[in-house]
C-alpha cells in the first residue's frame, strides 16, 4: 500500500538558518504530493503542493520538488524564521482516491 | 467565515465508556473526513462523508466506531466501549467539492484520553 517516510524530529534551528525536512514515499502510480503544516493550536494547512513528476511546490519561502527517480519531496527552505515553528506534515494521494496518506510528522524549533 | 471546529479540544473518557467528537464543517462545505493519529504515527484516513452519506469508511475499525453526518448540524465520530488504544487526535476536514485539496480545511483536532 502506499506510504510516507518522514525525517525524525524534533528539530531545532537556528533563525536565518537552511532547512530541509527529508520525506520519501511508496506508492501506486503517480500520486500527488503534499506538505502540510501545523501551528501550534491550529489545524493543519495546505503548505504546498506537486501534481506530476519534477514539478517544484513552493510556498512561503518553502519549496519542494517531485522527484520521481528517488521517490522524494523533500521541504526546503534557505532562512527560517521563529515564526516557522510548527509540526509539518508531508503527504500523498494517488489518483482517483480521497485518502491523504500522511508521514507522521516533523516538528520544527527555530530560536533567534 | 470560521474554520472548522471541533469540540470537545481535549477528552478524557475511562475504558468502556463512550465518546462523542464533533466536527463543524466550514460554511459551504458539504463533505468531511476524519483522520485518527496515534501516538508516534501519521495521520491515517478513518472516513469521507457527504451530508447524509458515507462515501468511503475503508479506514474505520470494523467494531465500536461509526460516523454521521446529517443534513443539519455537525459531523459526528463516535465511538462505543472506548479501550486504552483508542486514544489518538482526531482530525475532521471538510471541503466544498471532493479531492479539491486547495479547499480542504483541517480543524486543531480533538485529544481523546482513555484512562
Known amino acids: 500500500g502506499d506510504s510516507v517516510t518522514q525525517m525524525e524530529g524534533p528539530v531545532t534551528l537556528s533563525e536565518e538558518a537552511c532547512l530541509t525536512i527529508n520525506c520519501t514515499y511508496t506508492a501506486t502510480g503517480y500520486p500527488s504530493l503534499f506538505w502540510y503544516v501545523q501551528y501550534p493550536g491550529e489545524g493543519l494547512q495546505l503548505l504546498l503542493k506537486a501534481t506530476k513528476a519534477d514539478d517544484k511546490g513552493s510556498n512561503k519561502g518553502f519549496e519542494a520538488t517531485y522527484r520521481k527517480e528517488t521517490t522524494s519531496f523533500h521541504l526546503e527552505k534557505g532562512s527560517v524564521q521563529v515564526s516557522d515553528s510548527a509540526v509539518y506534515f508531508c503527504a500523498l494521494r494517488n489518483f482517483g482516491n480521497e485518502k491523504l496518506t500522511f508521514g507522521t510528522g516533523t516538528r520544527l524549533t527555530i530560536i533567534p | 467565515n470560521a474554520g472548522v471546529m471541533q469540540n470537545p479540544r481535549h477528552l478524557v473518557r475511562r475504558r468502556g465508556q463512550e465518546a462523542r467528537l464533533r466536527c463543524s464543517p466550514m460554511k459551504g462545505h458539504s463533505h468531511v473526513y476524519w483522520y485518527r493519529q496515534l501516538p508516534e504515527e501519521g495521520l491515517k484516513f478513518m472516513v469521507y462523508?457527504?451530508?447524509?452519506?458515507?462515501?468511503?469508511e475503508s479506514g474505520m475499525p470494523k467494531e465500536r466506531f461509526s460516523a454521521e453526518f446529517p443534513k443539519e448540524g455537525p459531523s459526528i465520530l463516535r465511538i462505543q466501549q472506548v479501550v486504552r488504544g483508542d486514544s489518538a487526535a482526531y482530525f475532521c476536514a471538510s471541503s466544498p467539492v471532493g479531492g479539491e485539496y486547495e479547499k480542504l480545511f483541517f480543524g486543531s483536532g480533538t485529544q481523546l484520553s482513555v484512562l
Open positions: 462523508l457527504q451530508k447524509e452519506n458515507i462515501i468511503d
